[in-house]
């Protein structure tokens, strides 16, 4: 083997190794924005082709429904071999009046000309399954959006907390590293040294739970985006600008007005009307037009019969009506009164639940704008008593502790701020999800 063919061979073996693909840079994460992050969820999610999957087989019940106003074309075939020929007697005279092979088919179309307006009723049953279908979807995208923003936010939340947590892993270190210099020039106690060393470490623990909680956060999110739930998913760094809190009266007229669940109600109450009048059928005929040609014969093929005639048509109506069922009909109607009486009951408490939601997500979010601008005001004030207290170690006109305190104090001012964010986030989300909005207030 040449020299050349060597030196190949050795670069292929390297770039084949597992030390070498150990090595290879990972591709970077793709970076999703909130809305992007919905979009893909409602790309994958099973629950979301459920509804998809349902509402078509209900728009093909509503093809069948209506088709039944449509004439029947039906046949049917019999052949039947008897003992003894029939035969009837005239005058003391056996006369044979039909083979022993009885050979009959025939082929009947039949038109309902009425039927109580059992027909109407059950496509309009037909065409509301669709209806009630589509606000399933509706609401099964509004859930979806919903859980997905605040997945979306937790990842925001949770970045921000690791954030302070490592902001403090550094200030502690610095300061543990200060008090181990004034320590070793006899400026402070050796407690004094020992309380920042266990603050450091307490921080350390402290980071180490925000990256876990980080992780769990970007894998819930994977979750609903229907992704390996370990894959890296990074967002966009959200910086929330609140508004004027809207006024409340125009909120709830909104969520009265979109709301998937009063719809699906009230289609569920014209369902039960539409049950009522189907019942109320049996109350009357139902007539339909029949058409038939008939053959009778001897042969497979009923063709020959020397008997009669092998083969005749006729045209006519028939009418079916049942008199007397000992009261059923009637059961069955209130039956259906009672149900659509009940569904006007639930429907009332459904509006006075969407008003109850409207209301505590309006309520939340001016609690959570508010609580922004005081944590926000709370945090300067923390950040510039840690830079005092700081300053005053430094020169020995503070203690350790005050230090710990003093960055314990920023620490917790942080975190308000942090949570105060996600507050206003999160209350956005679930005024959205009371206001039955799926794209409007996404960042």
């Not at 139902?286 to 008939?294: C, R």
């Not at 069922?325 to 429907?347: F, M, P």
């Not at 004030?381 to 960055?407: G, H």
Request: aromatic share 8%; with cysteine; hydrophobic share 40%.
């Amino acid at each position: 083997m040449s020299r050349c063919r060597r030196w190949w061979f050795s670069l292929l073996a390297l770039v084949a190794s597992p030390a070498w693909a150990a090595t290879a840079p990972q591709p970077p994460a793709e970076v999703l924005t909130v809305a992007q992050a919905v979009t893909m969820a409602l790309a994958n999610n099973p629950t979301l082709r459920k509804a998809e999957k349902t509402l078509a087989a209900r728009q093909e019940d509503a093809k069948a429904a209506w088709r039944e106003r449509l004439p029947k074309l039906s046949t049917s075939y019999s052949a039947a071999r008897l003992a003894d020929a029939p035969y009837a007697v005239f005058d003391g005279t056996k006369v044979v009046t039909a083979s022993r092979n009885e050979v009959a088919w025939d082929l009947t179309l039949a038109q309902p000309l009425f039927t109580g307006f059992a027909l109407a009723a059950k496509n309009r049953m037909a065409e509301l399954g669709v209806e009630t279908g589509e606000v399933e979807q509706q609401l099964a995208v509004l859930e979806l959006t919903a859980q997905v923003r605040l997945a979306y936010y937790g990842i925001f939340r949770q970045k921000r907390l690791l954030q302070v947590a490592e902001e403090t892993v550094n200030q502690l270190t610095a300061h543990a590293e200060d008090a181990r210099h004034f320590y070793e020039q006899g400026m402070i106690p050796y407690n004094d040294l020992l309380k920042s060393q266990v603050a450091l470490s307490n921080a350390e623990q402290a980071r180490l739970q925000a990256r876990s909680e980080l992780e769990m956060a970007v894998a819930r999110l994977n979750t609903l985006l229907r992704v390996p739930f370990d894959q890296p998913t990074e967002i966009v760094d959200l910086k929330p600008s609140p508004g004027p809190v809207p006024e409340f009266a125009p909120l709830v007229e909104e969520a009265q007005a979109n709301r998937p669940e009063p719809k699906a109600l009230q289609l569920a109450m014209e369902k039960s009307a539409q049950q009522t009048r189907l019942a109320r059928s049996a109350f009357y005929p139902t007539i339909d037009l029949e058409g038939q040609y008939s053959r009778m014969g001897d042969n497979v093929g009923a063709t020959s019969n020397e008997y009669s005639n092998d083969h005749n048509a006729s045209i006519g109506v028939k009418a079916t009506w049942t008199l007397f069922e000992w009261g059923k009909t009637w059961a069955q109607v209130n039956s259906r009164l009672h149900e659509r009486d009940a569904l006007a009951a639930q429907l009332e408490e459904s509006r006075d639940a969407v008003r109850l939601q409207v209301k505590q997500g309006w309520l939340h979010l001016k609690v959570a704008q508010a609580s922004i601008k005081t944590a926000e005001t709370a945090q300067t004030q923390a950040e510039e008593n840690f830079r005092i207290t700081r300053l005053q170690y430094q020169k020995s006109m503070a203690t350790s502790s005050d230090v710990l305190d003093a960055r314990t104090l920023l620490s917790e001012a942080e975190w308000n701020t942090c949570n105060a964010l996600y507050g206003y986030l999160s209350a956005q989300a679930e005024l959205d999800r009371a206001l039955g909005r799926t794209t409007k207030g996404e960042q």
